[in-house]
């Protein structure tokens, strides 16, 4: 932290917001000493400059918070103790959010078994009457959850005439469907009423 000079161009400078040059040179001779308390408390370098750099910041903007007698040092040992229990609070509430989150977030390939009920059952009837390999495709990787990649393998076809494959296989089913089933199919095929 570099010395805090009060702006002479600025007559109207708020002389008593800022600290003095004696407990800002007493504070940037202690960064070692407080770079070293924090370090062990939070047990990583980069988190403890942080917190320090961000403690300076706010010894400058309230640098008039230091009260007659209390020694400096003292003070910012203070304000850095608050620092640590705000940040590990903060770890604590991001390590909570992203918990839940994650208990939400369905995992990957993992299927939601209310929609798999709800989804029309006519789907399952029509594959059987497309082109063997477009149902097999669908069945595949929409149905069964493989990759594109593993499917194009098994084909021993390039994985973008895999996704073209696939394209037109979907496009295929959706006709048999707007055939079979009429309107329910604009709305995604959910709750199906169309008696199949």
Known sequence: MGAVTRDAADPGADDAALPSSDVVATLVGAHRRFRSFLERRVGNAADAEEILQAAYVKTVERGDAIRDGESAVA??????????ADHFRRGDAERRALE???????????????LRDAVCQCLHELIPALKAEYGDIVRKVDLEGAGIAQVAAERGITPNNARVL????RRALRKQ???SCGTCTEHGCLDCSCGA
């Open 75 to 84: 003070w910012f040992y203070r304000l850095l103790r608050n620092a640590v």
């Open 100 to 114: 839940a989150r994650a208990r939400e977030t369905p995992a990957p390939g993992g299927e939601d078994a209310e």
């Open 177 to 179: 469907l707007e055939a």
């Open 166 to 169: 696939l394209h037109r296989a």
